[in-house]
């Protein structure tokens, strides 16, 4: 018996995106480097149930983003994405 993971939106990876980056990450745009979908962090499919975030297209579903937290250090790797556009504020 196989089960499908279960994702939620990217909407649950704002806390730790946003404790990382000090901004709210999830009205960022960015195009996956796989298929050339571009969309806003919050549409995202985001899987928690590792030890970290895992951010994959909706398109395609290639990894766009993990990250992993420990008490001392992020690591953070962004590779699927092709660019990441972060809006400012003023």
């Known amino acids: 018996m196989t089960s499908t993971p279960v994702f939620l939106d990217g ?3 704002a806390g730790d995106l946003q404790a990382l980056f000090g901004t709210d990450m999830t009205t960022a745009w ?3 480097r796989g ?6 962090l919050a549409q995202t499919h ?8 895992v951010l994959r ?6 990894v766009l ?9 992020t690591w953070l ?7 990441l556009r972060v ?3 003023g």
């Open 46 to 53: 985001a899987y928690l149930d590792g030890p970290g975030t």
């Open 65 to 73: 983003l993990r990250m992993v937290r420990s008490p001392t250090q």
């Open 35 to 40: 298929c050339g979908e571009q969309m806003m």
């Open 57 to 62: 297209c909706p398109g395609c579903e290639g």
């Open 77 to 83: 790797d962004a590779s699927g994405l092709d660019h």
């Open 87 to 89: 809006p400012t504020s």
């Open 30 to 32: 960015g195009r996956c």
């Open 11 to 13: 909407n649950a990876a």
